[in-house]
């Protein structure tokens, strides 16, 4: 059997997995800390040697196993047909020639990605998508990206730099964004910016389970555990929640009116929330977009959680070569 | 030589040409008054015979003219594989199968489009957007609107609903648009709007030549007249401009930050401005949206003005046909 090595990159840990040419499984999948503070070198060395450890794996599952190529998903901006990391402020890699350091360390092809297309387009190959043709994916973590796949193809803009969905403006005179501007969906949806209005409220006196649970020390406020008490009436943490399906509603909304998918599926580690971000979330969209764009679309959470990346790294790597470009 | 008859459908004026199939040139164009409330049918009647006078001026001037079909651009909602004018409120219509209309008037396959569409696919077949491969067009008129053409082929959506630019909230707490929703691009920057700030600046006082221009009547201010007035030095209405170019340019920001085009044609009424318009829209995009974005975009005027729906409706004929849609 066929299997590509796929690597997803992130700034805390990266998950490392073989996946089999048709996406019917990952074998091998583990994951360790990142460490980025190391350099680059030392990354890229762990990377070899869990893509190794993998190898081992799944030739001792298979005998026959061939390991065809190895694909990898990092933050952006990229410079996708020369497999260069342009600028990863997270990790502080600059103009990094990943794609071809890993092909040297491990011996195969190797294609580069960006990490919420990989995960996106992971979701339309075998994940919570596969009916999409026009597919936006949104990435809540720590920021907010996302992903754009036209007829099972990425689609990567003009220069590798689409799908920045976090920063778009939805709030002209909001908050200050990470990026400068103000007021972009980030600033008010990431996880990030949901424990921060937690914070804000707590701060302000409003009562709260998540006071004691955090033993007054509101640093400790993460937006999972916002989700968490919003689950059991807390009215803080509902309140918090009700407010991001506000702020992303009118950012789904926007897309919906601009680009018509019929399918937007929700990733990163805030979708964990699953139905509990996803439905009042739905709610809002359909109050707020067009009802033709409205009617054509599915929001859902992503299906793949920790695997989407490493599904999707091994599927650019399928795709990158289909194309001729690796 | 084969021609295609383009039909433009305005809410105020129609506007017919034969366009030559290698789009080298428009031949026996004119417009006339839509006049909507008379009914469809009289409006029908009069397309067809604005057809029927342009086919007798082109073979008059050649008499080896071929009339191929017609292609019609109109506002949406559209289904454009049925040909049918789903809604379109200034017009008056709903379920309207135009295409098969104009096809039986006239005798000759015919094919629908997006009005904003047409546009929008005109500039990148043989106006300013021909080098693009990733283009925006933006139509900033009474409204704002617009199309996505990508790699030459108009990108319609899972139901033909993309590219409701105007219809981007740019700010949550903004004034009521006419879609129901706050802070609506279009609310702020659209020809209705541009005029209202202006009449609202007029009625707090401020001093102008528009006061003078319009008799002390403040619903003759238009947006066309504000520009003009702005280029004379006029304080008020280059406060309007340039809140105009503030606001348009948070918009367009936000399109290259989630689309990464690498051309963005203005067109429509407002888009006469020319440089006037675009010069302070492109420092305000280069200042908010990501550099690797900015950096692979230019921002142009459109070149083919009342020209574009006819030349654009033509296209999307040729184009139909070719994926054997009509």
Redesign the interface.
Known sequence: MQWVIGIDVGGTNCVVGAVATDGSRVVGDHSQPTLPARGADAVIADLVTMARRVTDHVRAADPTAEIIGVGVGAPG?LDITAGVV?LTPNLGWTNLPLRARLAAGLGVAAALENDANCAVQAECWVGAAQRG??VIGLTVGTGIGGGIV?DQQL???????????G????????PVCA?G?R?CLEAFASGVNIARRARELLAAGTPSALRDLVAGDASRVTAELVYQVAATGDPLAQQVAEDTARYLG?GV???L??????VVVILGGVARAGEQLVEPLRREVAR?A?R??V???SIVPGALRDLAGVYGAAKAFLDQRRAGLV
């Open positions: 901006p342009l043709r026009k036209i689609y990567h803009g003009a220069s590798d730099a689409a799908g920045e969905f920063h778009m403006v939805i709030d002209m005179n909001g990026c501007n007021g009118i909304a926007n897309l009116n601009l680009f018509n998918p019929d707020r067009f033709p764009a009617d054509a679309c």
